[in-house]
């Protein structure tokens, strides 16, 4: 660790931390939703089934909570403790969805505490249900808050610089600024495609493992038609994405399509390599494609990055990181798509092939890898800046000897964490199996023809 100087070393811990939290907060704000779904259509049909996936879905849904407070509160440390300098100049500007943040985060326990203990409770389902709107409002808040400060750091605004020093903040404008719908947005849809993957994914392992139960085709159907949903909307969102990049970051844009000189009637480049001289090899081009996404219009002019200082550039490589991203959710919604299409298919026996509910279990790691994909792209783009423009990365770093000491710590604290988690939840659901809770709560349901 001696070797590395605090800076990579600095960066290295959070991103570290950031890949570890995402999964546990995307988790965390769209299992909510999901639950809130499945007791809704239970509540709807009177369908008992749905009422015990919502059930066991927010007994594992509390563990992954756990987990996410304590990679969340790593963050908020680290912060203080590795980019001081970020935290003194910029603090005020983003000191209002920190403190919001953690208010939306305290809502969600409490609600979430009483919803857990009041399941039959209510001679009305639907007032218990109720119960799980704040807890749904407040971990998609969380979400915004956190993500309008990251949206800060790559369009910063709401405050002057005079004489080198930031100055006049103004927090609501900071927080609002050009990046905090397209980010926002695109955060919240893609944590409920990966709590929707995941569940899918879970739903399609019980069957593949030859439990037929018609409660697992119920899991499967809703968490798959939710996955599709969800991941066409992230798409979608997407595109608005790459309009406001080439509006407001055009060399993040430019890096990752390798686009190296302004021009209309730009192509998209889809994979290859990047030879010493700057060409692109191997690589399929689409015609126009780029100034389409950039501008919705063929003749729109992309800025290449011949336009921007040689030390502003980000690194060539997230080219690849934008186009795993993006192959991650063409998958994400073709899976799903195809298990729906399917499903309207003529024929008396439909079953489930075993190649589709591979495919479906593929689900979940697919859209774990395209939301940890999309935020090292999101990180690595705005290199060299902390706030772009204003601040770079090594000038906001500490400069102490011990990072290399925490890193191996919160390197060793994670492994812990995510270990005991997957421990944890494989025995919750293992020493009681769904078939004997329903035995034990009166549920009736045969196997799938």
């Given at each position: 660790m001696s070797s590395l100087d605090p800076v990579t070393l600095?960066?290295?811990?959070?991103?570290?931390?950031?890949?570890?939290?995402?999964?546990?907060?995307?988790?965390?704000?769209?299992?909510?939703?999901?639950?809130?779904?499945?007791e809704w259509r239970g509540i709807r049909t009177g369908d008992p089934h749905y009422t015990l996936l919502a059930r066991?879905?927010?007994?594992g849904f509390v563990i992954s909570v756990a987990i996410g407070v304590v990679t969340g509160t790593a963050i908020g440390l680290q912060l203080s403790l590795l980019w001081p300098t970020f935290m003194r100049v910029?603090?005020?500007?983003?000191?209002?969805?920190?403190?919001?943040?953690?208010?939306?985060?305290?809502?969600?326990?409490?609600?979430?505490?009483?919803?857990?203990?009041?399941?039959?409770?209510?001679?009305?389902?639907?007032?218990?249900?109720?119960?799980?709107?704040?807890?749904?409002?407040?971990s998609s808040a969380s979400a915004f808050f956190i993500t309008t400060l990251n949206a800060f750091m790559n369009t910063p605004q709401g405050f002057t610089l005079e004489n080198g020093v930031f100055a006049d903040f103004q927090p609501l404008v900071a927080m609002f600024n050009p990046a905090t719908p397209t980010k926002v947005s695109h955060v919240i849809a893609s944590s409920y495609t990966v709590s929707a993957g995941l569940l899918a994914g879970v739903a399609a392992y019980s069957l593949l493992k030859g439990r037929k139960h018609v409660y697992f085709k119920k899991a499967l159907k809703l968490t798959v038609t939710a996955t599709f949903v969800f991941a066409l909307a992230t798409a979608i969102i997407g595109d608005f994405s790459g309009k406001f990049l080439a509006h407001y970051q055009p060399e993040k844009l430019a890096a990752a399509e390798w686009h190296f000189e302004t021009m209309?009637?730009?192509?998209?480049?889809?994979?290859?390599?990047?030879?010493?001289?700057?060409?692109?090899?191997?690589?399929?081009?689409?015609?126009?494609?780029?100034?389409?996404?950039?501008?919705?219009?063929?003749?729109?002019?992309?800025?290449?990055?011949d336009e921007f200082p040689q030390d502003e550039l980000p690194p060539l490589f997230i080219h690849y990181l934008f186009d795993l991203m993006v192959t991650c959710g063409m998958l994400l919604v073709v899976i799903p798509f195809l298990y729906l299409i399917r499903g309207r298919l003529p024929g008396k026996n439909k079953g489930y092939p075993r190649w589709m509910l591979i495919s479906i279990i593929a689900l979940g790691p697919l859209a774990m890898a395209a939301i940890e994909l999309g935020w090292l792209y999101a990180e690595f783009g705005r290199q060299p800046w902390i706030v772009r423009g204003y601040m770079k990365v090594s000038e906001a770093?500490?400069?102490?000897?011990?990072?290399?000491?925490?890193?191996?710590?919160?390197?060793?604290?994670?492994?812990?964490?995510?270990?005991?988690?997957?421990k944890v939840l494989s025995k919750?659901?293992?020493?009681?199996?769904?078939?004997?809770?329903?035995?034990?709560?009166?549920?009736?349901?045969?196997e799938i023809s």
């Open positions: 600095s960066r290295m811990l959070t991103g570290l931390t950031l890949v570890v939290h995402i999964i546990f907060a995307s988790i965390g704000v769209g299992v909510p939703l999901m639950i809130a779904l499945a066991r879905w927010a007994r910029a603090g005020q500007a983003i000191a209002l969805p920190l403190f919001m943040e953690t208010f939306a985060f305290f809502v969600e326990a409490i609600f979430l505490g009483i919803y857990l203990y009041t399941w039959e409770r209510f001679k009305r389902p639907m007032l218990h249900l109720l119960l799980l709107i704040p807890v749904a409002i407040g209309k009637q730009a192509p998209l480049i889809f994979g290859g390599i990047l030879d010493e001289n700057n060409e692109v090899k191997y690589a399929l081009k689409i015609p126009l494609a780029l100034s389409v996404l950039a501008g919705g219009s063929p003749n729109t002019e992309v800025v290449g990055l770093a500490t400069t102490s000897s011990s990072v290399g000491y925490m890193l191996v710590l919160f390197a060793f604290l994670y492994i812990v964490l995510c270990l005991s988690c997957i919750l659901f293992r020493n009681k199996d769904v078939l004997a809770e329903m035995k034990e709560l009166g549920i009736e349901g045969g």
